[in-house]
Structures are given as structure tokens and as C-alpha cells.
């Protein structure tokens, strides 16, 4: 049976990238009735140094944008991961199957370690082994991606596959990543070949899911475009980077495809389509960042929500995590 897993970073904000990129497609995926499973990663955000106030708030902050863009916590399970240690035990024996080759080579770990490799945590050059954990604990079929997350994926099947082989069993499923849509790489508005990031140090290159209706609009309207009028067809975008990106955003914030925006669109000047485009992004994502708003004032509620789903993750997980051990040789009853 198909199941759905996938997980968020509480490190700072949401962005619209993460929105498009996975949130809204999330509610999608629960909507069509497969079980689905939404983690807050907070075990990955410590790979990088967080403040504990912050990652608190952050972890909260996120659950609400879960469950603002629609994602139902009666229907999905949502959760903190450190609360489920199958994530952490089942990690250490991904960590003793992957190899240092496979971790080396993967781009993420090249952009955050930066030149000072060094000095990046051990759990930092980790990041993947727990990723595939995460997903294979619940023997998890579907995960639905941004594009970024598509390498680390590949190496989620390299480890399901080099576990079976190793160990001569059929144990783990060999994942489908899920990068669908076409808002899957969502672009800084600054600069059409960086990706749009909470990273980012300039906030005008990203739209924040907590920003305002004026925010969101001077964001668009100030976005970087080249000046020519939009071409007649998606064809037309190719070797245009910032228009193509503005286009796929309003596809994906208006769920229709690229070439269908384009024959309504196309041939429109940027001074008549972003103030389209800002219009329905306000109209959009106003009503979730005054929903997050009104669920933060009330984290306790929150917290009972990631302990509930907590509670019915570590119930999947648990068998799972019991028949792994076997599978190795660890005693245990
Ligand atoms: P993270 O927290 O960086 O991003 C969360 C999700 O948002 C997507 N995303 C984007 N999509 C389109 N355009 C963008 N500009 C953009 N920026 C971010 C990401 O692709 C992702 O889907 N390693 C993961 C978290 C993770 C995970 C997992 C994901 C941990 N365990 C298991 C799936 C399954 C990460 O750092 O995502």
C-alpha cells in the first residue's frame, strides 16, 4: 500500500518555495486519501547551529504552516521527529551501510560545509543517512520533494538497496521521490539562477509565508525581470529565467499548468502581470499566514498535536524498527 512521508526543516521561517515546493502539495497528497506522515525535522536543524528558544518557536511556527495550508492533523500525521527515536536508532544503522563516498558527493553537504569541511558537524555530513531513516521507518513508498531534495533521495534508494543486498532480504522499499508541479523550484526573485531560500541574506528575494499583503506586493512588484513583454507560449520562457519563474509561481498558486497561464498571459507586459500575480498571491496567502498567526497563540495546543502524531508514528515505526534489529543480529526480545 502506498504511503506518503516527508519532512520540513525548523530552522527560520517558511518561504514560497517551501509552500509550493512541498506544503501545499502535501494537502494535496492527504486529500487524496493516501496516508500521509509530516515530520518536523528538528533532529536535522541541530546539524547546523540552532539558538533553543529558536528552534522551539520555529518548530511550532511550523507545525502551524502544516496545518494552515490545509494539511489535517486528524487525517495526517504530524510530529516532531526527535519525539520518535526510531529515527535516531534506525539512522546509526544507515550510518554503518552508507559510505563516506556516497555522503562526499552529495551537493548539499558541498554548499553548507562550505570551504571549512573541517569544522562542519559530524551530523552535518550524517544529514542524508537520517533522511533515509526517517523515510524507511515507515517503510514509506511516496515522498513528495522540491527539486533540491532530489539527490538526497537517490541516496535513500542506495541505502534501501545496499541494506537488502547486504543483509539478502526484501525489506526496505525502494522510495519514489515525488517532484511534481511547476512551482518545484521555486526562484529567488532577485536572481532567476539562485534558489529562493530562507537562507538567503537580502529578504526582498524571497516571499515569507508570516509576510504581510503590502510585503508580498513590493516583493513582486520589485521583482527582478528583463525587459521584454512575456512571450506567446511556455516555449517562449525558456532562456529567461525570472519571467519563467514568476509564471511557474502563479501556475502553481492558481493550480494550472504553465501552458495554460501562458495563453491567458502571454504577450502581457511585467506592468500589467505582476500586479496579477501580486493580487493572487495576497489572495492566497493572506488567509494562511493570519491562520498561523491565530494557531500560535495557542502552543500548548500545538505540542498536544506533535505528541499525538508522535504517538501514532512511533506506532508504525516501532515494528519496523524491531524486525530491522533482527535483520542485523541484535538480541532482543
Ligand atoms: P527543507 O526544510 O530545506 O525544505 C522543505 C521542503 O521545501 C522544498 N523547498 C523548495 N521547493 C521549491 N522551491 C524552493 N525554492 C524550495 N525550497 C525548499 C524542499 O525541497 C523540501 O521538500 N532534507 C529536507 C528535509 C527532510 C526530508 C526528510 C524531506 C528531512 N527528512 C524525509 C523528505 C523526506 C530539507 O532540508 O528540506
Redesign the pocket.
Known amino acids: 500500500t502506498p504511503r506518503v512521508?516527508?519532512?520540513?526543516?525548523p530552522?527560520g521561517g517558511l518561504?514560497l518555495?517551501?509552500y509550493?515546493?512541498?506544503l501545499k502539495r502535501f494537502a494535496d497528497s492527504q486529500n487524496s486519501g493516501v496516508e500521509s506522515i509530516f515530520?518536523m525535522?528538528d533532529m536535522?536543524a541541530i546539524t547546523v547551529w540552532q539558538d533553543p528558544a529558536a528552534l522551539r518557536h520555529a518548530t511550532r511556527e511550523l507545525t502551524a504552516g502544516f496545518i494552515a495550508s490545509g494539511v489535517d492533523p486528524a487525517r495526517s500525521i504530524l510530529f516532531n521527529q526527535s519525539q520518535v527515536s526510531a529515527h535516531a536508532e534506525l539512522a546509526w544503522i544507515f550510518n554503518c551501510v552508507a559510505r563516506m563516498g556516497w555522503m562526499k558527493r552529495m551537493t548539499q553537504w558541498k554548499d553548507k560545509a562550505g570551504k571549512n569541511q573541517e569544522n562542519a558537524s559530524l551530523g552535518l555530513f550524517a544529514?542524508p543517512a537520517?533522511?533515509a531513516a526517517?523515510?524507511l521507518a515507515y517503510h514509506a513508498t511516496h515522498?513528495?520533494?522540491?527539486?533540491?531534495?532530489k539527490q538526497?533521495?537517490e541516496l535513500t534508494r542506495d541505502i534501501a538497496i545496499k541494506f537488502n543486498n547486504d543483509f539478502e532480504v526484501d525489506f526496505f522499499p525502494i522510495t519514489e521521490p515525488v517532484i511534481e508541479g511547476a512551482?518545484?523550484?521555486?526562484?529567488s526573485l532577485r536572481d532567476g539562477s539562485k534558489?529562493?531560500?530562507k537562507s538567503d541574506p537580502s529578504d526582498m528575494s524571497r516571499i515569507n509565508l508570516t509576510d504581510d499583503a503590502d510585503t508580498i506586493s513590493k516583493k513582486i512588484r520589485k521583482a527582478k525581470t528583463d525587459p521584454e513583454p512575456l512571450p506567446s507560449d511556455a516555449e517562449g520562457l525558456e532562456d529567461r529565467p525570472e519571467a519563467r519563474n514568476l509564471v511557474n509561481i502563479y501556475a502553481a498558486l492558481n493550480d494550472q499548468s504553465v501552458d495554460q497561464v501562458m495563453r491567458d498571459v502571454g504577450g502581457q507586459q511585467f506592468g500589467t502581470f505582476k500586479p496579477a500575480l501580486a493580487e493572487l498571491a495576497v489572495e492566497k496567502l493572506a488567509p494562511i499566514s493570519d491562520e498561523m498567526a491565530r494557531l500560535m497563540q495557542d502552543t500548548a495546543e500545538i505540542d498536544r498535536i506533535l505528541s499525538d502524531g508522535a504517538g501514532k508514528a512511533r506506532e508504525i515505526a516501532a515494528p519496523i524498527l524491531k524486525k530491522t534489529k533482527e535483520i542485523v543480529g541484535m538480541v532482543g526480545a
Open positions: 512521508f516527508s519532512g520540513i526543516q530552522s518561504t518555495g517551501n509550493l515546493g512541498a515530520c525535522v536535522h544529514y537520517l533522511m526517517d523515510i515522498v513528495p520533494v522540491g527539486e533540491d531534495q538526497h533521495l512551482a518545484t523550484r521555486v526562484m534558489k529562493m531560500s
